[in-house]
């Protein structure tokens, strides 16, 4: 079992930035990807961002890419998401969660954290 918890978040203004990260301990060994996903109000959850830890390769929705940024500390085990540019539809919790594929569908992620609110005024 992994456990992923996130920090960062909070308020923020349109066009601004925010940094979030996730730090993930327990059965690590097992983890390949580490993702980010967020739920909107009223929304259903969605993907954001993805990395891999193999390869550092990552996948971005079409909604982010360009803005937001996922990377990670090999050393701490720890993925940041760096959104810039924010905009007031960026306003969600936001979740990390550990995967074993590359992929945008959350069925390819196990195991998942309480999430963290990030809300961006204009």
């Known amino acids: 079992q992994v456990h992923v918890v996130e920090s960062g978040g909070g ?6 930035s925010a940094r979030l990260s996730c730090a993930a301990s327990g059965r690590i060994q097992s983890t390949i990807v580490m993702g980010w996903f967020r739920r909107a109000p ?9 990395i891999r830890w193999r390869d550092d390769g990552t996948l971005y929705s079409e909604s982010v890419k360009g803005r937001f940024t996922i990377s990670r500390d090999n ?7 760096q959104m810039d540019s924010l905009k007031p539809e960026d306003t969600a ?15 390819w992620y196990d195991s998942w954290g309480q999430g963290t609110q990030v809300t961006v005024s204009s």
């Open 93 to 107: 919790v936001y979740y990390c969660a550990a995967g074993r594929a590359l992929a945008y569908g959350d069925s």
């Open 75 to 81: 050393v701490q085990t720890t993925t940041h998401l």
């Open 42 to 50: 009223g929304k259903e959850r969605e993907f954001v961002a993805a």
């Open 11 to 16: 308020l923020g203004q349109a066009g601004g």
